[in-house]
């Protein structure tokens, strides 16, 4: 995992992180919504500009494709949290051998203060 560097200088970034910049500014998550928004609706568009033949009467219906998957998404996330609450396991569940059940001296701890970054 890369380290943070210590003064928050972009410059100090790798030329990813440096491009990525512009996710962080106000404003810009309400425009990816609607270049995203515009994207779908630009496919579904594009759905008129050939001639569906599919083995089913739903699939000739426009933008079913696009709803069948949003749909099926949802699906997934409501099935998914479904399951982890059957699945999910207690924080000792692997018992007294595990590391991080281990007591440490107090003295040895370094305990930083992180209020103020």
């Known amino acids: 995992m890369a380290k943070k560097p210590k003064n928050d200088d972009p410059q100090n970034y790798p030329a990813l992180g440096r491009w990525m910049m512009w996710v962080d ?3 810009s998550i309400k425009k990816l919504t609607w270049i995203l928004g515009i994207i779908c609706a630009l496919t579904i568009l594009a759905n008129l500009t050939y001639s569906n033949k599919g083995h089913y009467g739903a699939e000739n219906i426009l933008g079913f494709y696009a ?3 949003f749909v099926a998404f949802t699906f997934i996330i409501f099935v998914s949290k479904a399951l982890r609450s059957i699945i999910i396991r207690p924080e000792n569940y692997y018992g007294k051998k595990s590391i991080d059940t281990e007591e440490w001296p107090e003295a040895e701890l370094d305990k930083k203060d992180h209020t103020n970054d």
């Open 67 to 69: 709803f069948y998957g």
């Open 25 to 27: 500014k106000l404003g």
